[in-house]
């Protein structure tokens, strides 16, 4: 049994080429940084036993076997890193589903809004145009009070005018009797 460092990461993996080993003895390659991935197993003896049966020396048939299984390890781990467990599954399948659902309730949440806009839109479109009828109103009745003045107004010049006259036109007729009188 043999024992070689294969990685950056200095693991260590069992090749097992021995001539007399026994087929119990399997290489076991790992799942990459914490995530589960299915047990993957490498029996190494019954690689290098198949490569020095095909001619390869001992130690070519170890290397090879290592390479290979090298290969394979590797092979695990960039799957690893694509594949998503039933967790990670389940809990996309739930944030897609909150996701839905919070957008559903933000486009409710946001009609919700408009309709309260708009609503309130009227409200002050009608208030604006019950206050312009109100400030129309005033205007007419200050209007019409405005014309009751004038016309009073004018109804007191006339009279003083009048009475002026009036006042005139008798002392004048009384100068006159005076007048007549003395003479």
Do not use: W
């Amino acid at each position: 049994m043999h024992i070689l460092k294969t990685s950056p990461r200095a693991r260590q993996i069992r090749l097992f080429c021995d001539a007399v080993g026994s087929n119990t003895d399997v290489g076991k390659i790992g799942s990459p940084a914490g995530f589960r991935l299915p047990f993957v197993s490498v029996d190494t003896l019954t690689i290098c036993k198949r490569f020095r049966d095909a001619g390869f020396e001992e130690r070519q048939a170890e290397i090879m076997t290592q390479v290979l299984y090298d290969v394979i390890q590797s092979s695990v781990e960039v799957q690893g890193r694509d594949m998503v467990s039933k967790t990670g599954l389940k809990q996309g399948i739930l944030i897609k589903h909150l996701e839905s659902k919070l957008d559903d309730a933000i486009k409710k949440l946001e009609g919700n809004v408009k309709l309260d806009i708009n609503l309130e839109k009227s409200r002050a479109i009608e208030a604006h145009t019950q206050s312009e009828k109100n400030l129309q109103s005033l205007d007419n009745k200050i209007e019409v009070q405005i014309s009751m003045l004038k016309t009073q107004h004018e109804k007191s010049r006339n009279t003083a005018i009048y009475t002026f006259i009036g006042m005139a036109t008798t002392a004048c007729s009384l100068y006159f009797a005076y007048l007549r009188l003395i003479h």
